[in-house]
C-alpha cells in the first residue's frame, strides 16, 4: 500500500522541489518505512515505502536501472519466476533479491508500452521515459491499486491518493456534482462514470488502462 505521487509540468518548467517533498510527506500514512524524491527538470517523482514482501526490503523507490528510466508506484507482481524466464533474466538477476518495480523496469526495457500484458498481480504505477520526453503509467487488471490524475495549467499531476492530489495549490476541492448525484443514488462510491471521482479537479484511471502524456498532451 505504497504511496506515490509525480508531477509532470509540460510546459517545460522546472518542477519544484519544495512542492515535490510537500506532496511526498502527505503520504507518509501510506508508507511509513522509506521517503524519497527524484526530479529532472520538469517531471519529480515521489515515493513512500510500505514494505510487505521479503524482497521489498530492498526496494527504493523512485527507482531506475540505468538512470534514464524512472518508476514509482504501488506494485506487487505475481508469477515472477514465469516473468524472469520470460524476460530471459532467469541467470542475471538474484530474484530474491529483486524487488518487484525493478521487474517492471525490465519488463518496459523489453516490451515498451506492452508490458502491462506480461505482468500478473496489483499495481498502479508510473515511468519516466527521459529519451522518449513521455510519462507512462498504468493500472492493474482488476483495478485494485488506485491511479488518479488531475490536468493543471503547467501540466500533469498523479497520484494514488486524492489526499496527495489536494495538497497541490492548482488542485481544487470543488466537488463533482454529477459524482454525488450518482452516491446518493447508488451508494458509496458507485460512480455511473468511473473516470470520476468526488472531486470536479480529479480523474481516475479505469482498470486495465493506461496513461501517456507528452508534451503534446495526454493520451488514454
Not at 17 to 38: M, R
Not at 82 to 106: F, M, W, Y
Not at 112 to 118: A, D, I, L, P, W
Amino acid at each position: 500500500m505504497s504511496g506515490f505521487v509525480v508531477v509532470f509540468n509540460t510546459d517545460g518548467s522546472p518542477v519544484s522541489h519544495e512542492l515535490l517533498e510537500k506532496l511526498t510527506a502527505s503520504l507518509q500514512f501510506k508508507g511509513p518505512d522509506s521517503q524519497k524524491v527524484w526530479a529532472d527538470g520538469p517531471v519529480g517523482l515521489g515515493h513512500t515505502l510500505f514494505r510487505t514482501t521479503n524482497e521489498s526490503k530492498y526496494e527504493s523507490q523512485p527507482a531506475s536501472l540505468d538512470g534514464k528510466t524512472w518508476i514509482t508506484g504501488c506494485i506487487r507482481i505475481d508469477s515472477r519466476k514465469e516473468l524472469v524466464s520470460r524476460l530471459g533474466l532467469a541467470n542475471k538477476i538474484k530474484l530474491d533479491q529483486t524487488p518487484d518495480p525493478e521487474l517492471v523496469l525490465h519488463a518496459y526495457r523489453k516490451w515498451g508500452e506492452r508490458c502491462t500484458e506480461y505482468l500478473l498481480g496489483d499495481f498502479a504505477f508510473a515511468i519516466w521515459d527521459k529519451d522518449r520526453a513521455k510519462l507512462f503509467c498504468a493500472r492493474d487488471h482488476f483495478g485494485t491499486r488506485q491511479l488518479y490524475y488531475a490536468k493543471v495549467r503547467a501540466g500533469i499531476i498523479i497520484s494514488n491518493s486524492l489526499f496527495c492530489l489536494h495538497q497541490h495549490p492548482a488542485i481544487s476541492k470543488q466537488l463533482n456534482e454529477q459524482a454525488v448525484a450518482d452516491f446518493l443514488l447508488m451508494g458509496d462510491h458507485m460512480w455511473m462514470d468511473q473516470t470520476q471521482t468526488a472531486f470536479a479537479d480529479i480523474q481516475a484511471l479505469l482498470p486495465a488502462h493506461l496513461l501517456v502524456a507528452k508534451n503534446s498532451g495526454l493520451n488514454l
